[in-house]
């Protein structure tokens, strides 16, 4: 399950925070040429960054299937990928989501392996994960221990060969395709694409790609079962696939692997299935949407449909332009709109083959309420910016800043893991000439003014829709597969003269000051983090990267220690606008660092100020200090008005979010101090001045113990410039503390039940051991993966009770526990209780009969992650960071982790389970949401103590 941090600037910013010529208004285009390239590569042809050692082979099998060979001597897993270029485009109207529906139907089960779990068992017996994925092409994908490799790639290369695709099961994943759109129909994102496909008319792009059990059954003229036959076998054909092999082994007996298992799909000699139906833009003409939100969101989007382009992705007119309009640099217009207090944020968003044979290319401006007064005005400005652009702004010197920028990134590109590896390539084989699959995203080769210009003719009124998007809109229409309504209306000839009249006087962005001039290295010897610096209020540690030392990046984490700073929901409030409005601000500046290669997040999960700056060294210590001047700078009114109105809009807009990612934010507040429910947030909101906010900033930064943590491109010396940057003239010593949380007693059962405006039902469990200590934390990571796919195959393959089904591992801190999580769109809160208390139950009869050999390959597979080599210096940061924000300063947890695993048996394995789950003595804390599609009833639920008031709850802690 994708984790959700609750930071207030990253709630508050979701909502921020998806035959013709070109040139002519009716164009159409059609798919790129370049995914047609069938012939043999050489591997020499396939440019990869100077970083990367691997190797690389792109052969073409006699069935005309496009493999890429990538051999890793250090990776600690193999993996896969292969893509099928078919996706929700082709749909037939009378099936709407038959191709996510296939993609389900094809992992239960093949002739030759026909148990429907048995791909998602052997993965897990064999330290392996899965998915696959349905947009406009459908990509499957795996990765799994060396060792298991082949019999993987057999299993998984039978997909494509002889899927059972047998009708018994047709009604269970029809039922997981619902549950599956059951969390998402409230998402005003996938609202807006939807109506966004809605408004091209008859062009296939306009379907309902998820399905449900309406879209997706038996109607007259239509057997569901036959018609996903028919679309297996018209649309899955070696010629229209591309594969990615990822493994320590080399090129040639990889290259022997892709023989013998994927050689003998069927080659079908299919001709692409891109969508090439032109739209005839003279009969859509400019219109105006009026949409409602489902969320508090306050946005205007220009938003213009494009041909296809993808074609000049080394010459990137798509990124040139998003550069120039999302600027907020001196006399850009977000500049000048922030200044007059209409605009919070702007953004661009663009995705050219988003509709197959065209795309979107959408600017996006977060309004105030002033903002939502003056939308003609805004619109008529950014309009008139595009035509500052076409005229002047189609100028090499920005093309040598991005490419600069693009460079340096593949210079010095980062590897990702195996399995986002290979899903990534396999898409990109569809797009982009193999020779550029990997180079695609940084490719700028030259400056090409004619493309740019070319899509500039395509950003005019008779491509646009312009999206009025706040609560306050006239609406006469409901979407018919998403939760919102709208209106359309076309915009007069009169309106498109009004937006000639200029306004306001506009400038093009100045050029990027951050972009780094050296590349020198400087890591230090410390091979764990070492305190370099310890003078009054002022820690800083050190740690030289041990697997990227050629690298020049660093990761920098600036802490301001105030164990207090969030003691009251007021504190809480005052504390998140401050990041806030830290961060939206000043945007301009956060652009130019990230556009040079440095990034600025907070880490939200702490209690006080926690930011990491990560990225090229080079120039941080300038970023820095502007950092240290900017968090103490004084909240003016206006900011404060417009700060407090955007996080009220975005904390009241938290419950359409994924209902279970509401569960398990609730979780966190119910777990940790500092944390507060919305509404308690939202009262000590209306409370907060301007004046108490600016006192706040200033106590707490008076307050806190500046702590420095530093990895990777860094000298002690510059731990030190970057504390002098960063220290005010007032600074505390003060002895460490980590954030009071949950200490589960023996036999403490608690729950915390709560009303949820969405449908479903979502419930979280952990089950505690009482420290249980490093010993408990290894059984419960090897048997995790165990008892995810069993309670994954019941609850959800099984009995079809959610989408969202998982188990994990739960560690709190000395505490050793087990978390279960299951979003319902069929069960109340007492059925999903009672289910789970069932299954924790009925499991233990199948860990019982677990044996040795199954027990070893569990641990294997456990072992092999915990020693795995980090890929980025992200992720060898990670253990030191979580250490060091705990305070555990010998900074070994992994290791002892890794010792304890390996010093366990399945005896011990067994009586952890029994200890944490079944004995009265384990402790239990639930979470659950209760949607309105079940009966409202919260008396309390049968063997739990309720927890009405988590404020009071934190006081036990």
């Not at 600690?76 to 485009?89: C, H, I, N, P, T």
Request: charged share 20%.
């Amino acid at each position: 399950m994708k984790k959700n941090k609750f930071t207030f600037s990253a709630v508050s910013l979701a909502l921020l925070a998806a035959s013709c010529s070109a040139v002519l208004l009716t164009g159409c285009s059609t798919a790129p040429s370049s995914s047609m390239v069938t012939e043999q590569v050489s591997a020499q042809s396939i440019l990869t960054s100077p970083n990367d050692a691997r190797q690389y082979q792109a052969i073409t099998l006699p069935n005309q299937l496009q493999v890429v060979l990538v051999s890793d001597p250090s990776a600690e897993k193999s993996a896969a990928a292969l893509s099928v270029d078919v996706g929700w485009l082709n749909d037939p109207k009378e099936q709407q989501g038959l191709a996510h529906f296939l993609e389900h139907m094809l992992f239960m089960g093949t002739e030759r392996f026909p148990d429907p779990d048995g791909y998602h068992n052997f993965m897990n017996q064999h330290g392996g994960s899965t998915n696959a994925y349905t947009n406009q092409l459908t990509n499957y994908m795996f990765e799994i221990n060396h060792s298991h490799y082949e019999e993987a790639l057999d299993r998984f290369a039978d997909f494509f060969k002889s899927p059972l695709l047998l009708s018994d099961y047709v009604e269970k994943e029809r039922h997981a395709i619902h549950s599956e759109w059951s969390m998402y129909r409230t998402s005003d994102g996938w609202a807006q694409r939807a109506l966004a496909a809605k408004l091209l008319g008859d062009h296939p792009a306009n379907q309902f790609w998820i399905g449900n059990l309406d879209s997706l059954s038996d109607k007259e003229g239509s057997n569901l079962h036959e018609e996903m036959q028919a679309f297996y076998q018209s649309y899955y054909s070696a010629n229209r696939m591309k594969l990615v092999l990822i493994s320590s082994e080399p090129l040639a007996q990889m290259q022997l692997l892709a023989q013998q298992f994927f050689a003998d799909i069927e080659n079908k000699d299919l001709a692409s299935p891109r969508p090439k139906r032109c739209i005839n833009f003279d009969e859509l003409g400019p219109r105006r949407v009026h949409y409602i939100p489902n969320t508090e969101m306050q946005a205007l989007r220009l938003e213009f449909t494009i041909d296809n382009n993808i074609e000049h992705f080394a010459a990137k007119p798509n990124e040139f332009l998003a550069h120039l309009l999302s600027s907020e640099m001196p006399g850009t217009p977000a500049q000048q709109l922030k200044a007059m207090g209409l605009l919070d944020v702007v953004t661009v968003q663009y995705d050219p083959k988003y509709f197959g044979n065209y795309g979107y290319f959408s600017i996006d401006l977060y309004l105030t309420e002033a903002g939502l007064q003056q939308r003609e005005a805004i619109s008529a400005i950014m309009l008139q910016y595009i035509e500052q652009i076409r005229q002047h702004g189609v100028d090499d010197k920005y093309y040598q800043e991005i490419s600069t920028s693009l460079l340096n990134q593949f210079n010095f590109l980062e590897k990702s893991d195996g399995f986002s590896y290979a899903t990534e390539l396999s898409a990109a084989m569809q797009y982009y000439p193999i020779s550029s699959v990997v180079s695609a995203p940084f490719q700028y080769d030259y400056f090409n003014a004619d493309a740019i210009e070319q899509l500039l003719t395509q950003l005019v009124p008779e491509r646009l829709t312009l999206w009025y998007i706040s609560q306050q809109e006239p609406a006469d229409q409901e979407l018919s597969y998403f939760q919102g309504r709208y209106s359309v209306h076309p915009i007069t000839e009169q309106e498109q003269l009004a937006w000639q009249q200029p306004l306001i006087p506009l400038s093009l962005p100045e050029l990027n000051r951050f972009q780094p001039s050296s590349f020198a290295l400087n890591h230090s010897d410390y091979r764990k983090p070492t305190l370099v610096l310890n003078e009054s209020g002022v820690e800083g540690w050190l740690m030289g990267s041990q697997h990227f030392a050629d690298q020049p990046r660093g990761q920098l984490l600036m802490q301001w220690h105030q164990p207090t700073a969030k003691q009251t929901a007021k504190d809480a409030v005052m504390h998140g606008l401050w990041q806030l409005l830290f961060l939206v601000n000043h945007q301009a500046l956060w652009q130019e660092a990230s556009a040079a290669g440095m990034q600025l997040q907070p880490e939200g999960e702490e209690y006080d100020l926690v930011l990491r700056l990560s990225g090229f060294t080079d120039k941080q210590p300038e970023l820095v200090q502007q950092i240290g001047q900017l968090l103490a700078a004084e909240v003016t009114p206006q900011q404060f008005t417009q700060g407090r109105d955007l996080l009220q809009r975005s904390l009241r807009s938290m419950e359409q979010q994924m209902q279970v990612n509401q569960a398990v934010e609730l979780l966190r507040t119910t777990l940790r101090s500092g944390r507060f429910e919305l509404d308690a947030l939202l009262d000590a909101l209306q409370s907060v001045t301007v004046e108490e906010l600016n006192t706040y900033i200033q106590q707490t930064l008076t307050a806190s113990q500046l702590r420095l943590l530093a990895q990777g491109n860094y000298a002690a010396a510059d731990v030190k410039a970057i504390a002098d940057a960063l220290t005010g003239p007032q600074h505390t010593t003060r002895q460490y503390q980590v954030f009071r949380s949950w200490q589960p007693k023996p036999g403490q059962r608690l729950s915390v039940l709560r009303s949820n405006p969405q449908t479903d039902t979502s419930l979280i469990r952990s089950q505690q051991l009482p420290d249980g200590g490093t010993a408990g934390k290894a059984a419960a990571k090897v048997i995790s993966g165990h008892l995810h796919q069993t309670f994954f195959n019941q609850l959800r393959t099984e009995e079809q009770l959610g989408y969202v089904v998982q188990a994990f591992d739960m560690p709190m801190n000395d505490h050793a526990g087990l978390g279960f999580v299951i979003q319902s769109p069929v069960l109340s809160a007492e059925q999903l209780q009672q289910r789970v208390d069932e299954f924790l139950q009925q499991y233990a009869i199948q860990l019982a009969e677990l044996t040795d050999e199954q027990f070893n390959r569990l641990k294997e597979a456990q072992l092999l992650e915990l020693q795995r080599a980090p890929t980025n210096l992200t992720e060898e940061f990670s253990s030191m960071r979580n250490d060091w924000l705990r305070n555990r300063l010998s900074f070994d947890s992994k290791q002892q982790l890794i010792a304890a695993v390996k010093a366990l048996t399945l005896a011990e394995m067994q009586q952890f389970y029994q200890q944490a789950v079944l004995s009265e003595q384990a402790a239990a804390l639930q979470v659950i949401l209760q949607g309105q599609e079940q009966e409202q009833d919260f008396t309390p639920l049968p063997g739990f103590e309720p927890v009405e008031d988590l404020t009071q709850f934190h006081q036990t802690f």
